[in-house]
Nanobody, 115 residues
């Protein structure tokens, strides 16, 4: 299983960024996909998840600003991040699994939001 994240970068506060994760080696359509992040000096935290049926869940701090979506034909999951804040800075990790517990983790992509 490979989860290849991309799209991170440096953006000013208030800006937008979209990170992507290309999955291979799994039956993409049947798994819940999600994103976690880890800020410097902090524990890794869950950000968003998207079920095979299309249900979404978000951490309270990103609700209304972030949108998770998936393209099953391209076996890719996206995280659109709007109105970014400095506290959104961190390494973003793509995950896949059944239900709420990830079974596979990708390498991270760095997102830095400057104030």
């Amino acid at each position: 299983v490979q989860l290849q994240a991309s799209g991170g970068g440096l953006v000013q506060a208030g800006g937008s960024l979209r990170v992507s994760c290309a999955a291979s080696g799994i039956s993409f359509k049947i798994f819940t996909m999600g994103w976690y992040r880890q800020a410097p000096g902090k524990q890794r935290e869950w950000v968003a998840r998207l079920s095979p049926g299309g249900s979404t869940d978000y951490q309270d701090s990103v609700k209304g600003r972030f949108t998770i979506s998936r393209d099953n034909a391209k076996t890719t999951v996206f995280l659109q991040m709007n109105s970014l804040e400095p506290d959104d800075t961190g390494v973003y990790y793509c995950v896949a699994g059944v239900g709420i517990n990830p079974s596979w983790w990708g390498q991270g992509t760095q997102v830095t939001v400057s104030s």
